[in-house]
């Protein structure tokens, strides 16, 4: 949204499904490779904003409630899981992964009253679009009833835009957690 083209809706709700298919393999004690399909879904609804302006002609417009839904085959993942530490009470593990762009990035909204939709936006495209780098570190701890970890991860792209012409940004995360085991069982 700009001054030049002021937002006219706004989302309401966006539900994402994904369903992964996890096959995974340990050819030593300390190392896993994996392969995950995956298939999305998802809906998302919109609202027009108070006082939007109108359409501009031959330009993709929503009509009441309406909004957007897609679903088919996303990226696919591979990894491996290397396991480096494994004493008494901790574990650290490395997590060399890779996605392989076999989701859709160039779904466009349907076609209404003759004028083409255009690209759906790219936060309901089935995927980057780009091969990428997925590197994770994690490790875990317990003691008694206590546990504990935490992991950092990423996800680089490792080109520069896709088909479509554009390219979704780097990733880096850092998560920590902690529990009780409050029965035995």
């Known amino acids: 949204c700009s001054d030049a ?6 989302p309401t709700y966006m539900d994402m499904r994904m369903h992964m298919l996890n096959l995974m393999y340990a050819p030593t004690k300390w190392l ?3 392969l995950m399909p995956t298939f999305m879904d998802m809906d998302m609804n919109l609202r027009r904003l108070q006082g939007a302006p ?3 002609p031959g330009t993709h417009e929503h009509n009441s409630a ?10 696919t993942y591979f990894s491996s899981l290397i396991k480096l530490l494994d004493i008494h ?7 060399l992964g890779m996605s392989a762009p076999t989701g859709k990035v160039d779904i466009e909204n349907r076609r209404i009253f003759r004028a083409d939709g255009g690209l759906m936006h790219f936060g309901m495209q089935l ?4 091969w990428d780098f997925m590197p994770s570190l994690t490790y875990t701890g317990e003691h008694q009833r206590w546990l504990w970890g935490a992991q950092l991860s990423g996800v680089k792209r490792l080109e520069d835009k896709n088909k479509s012409g554009y390219r979704l940004g780097d990733l880096f995360q850092a998560t920590a957690w902690s529990g009780f085991q409050l029965m035995p069982w």
């Open 66 to 75: 309406a909004g957007h839904e897609i679903g088919a085959v996303g990226d």
């Open 89 to 95: 009470g901790h574990w650290l593990h490395l997590s």
């Open 54 to 56: 109108p359409a501009k």
């Open 127 to 130: 995927g980057s679009g780009t």
């Open 5 to 10: 083209s002021p937002c006219r809706f706004v």
């Open 32 to 34: 896993n490779v994996m």
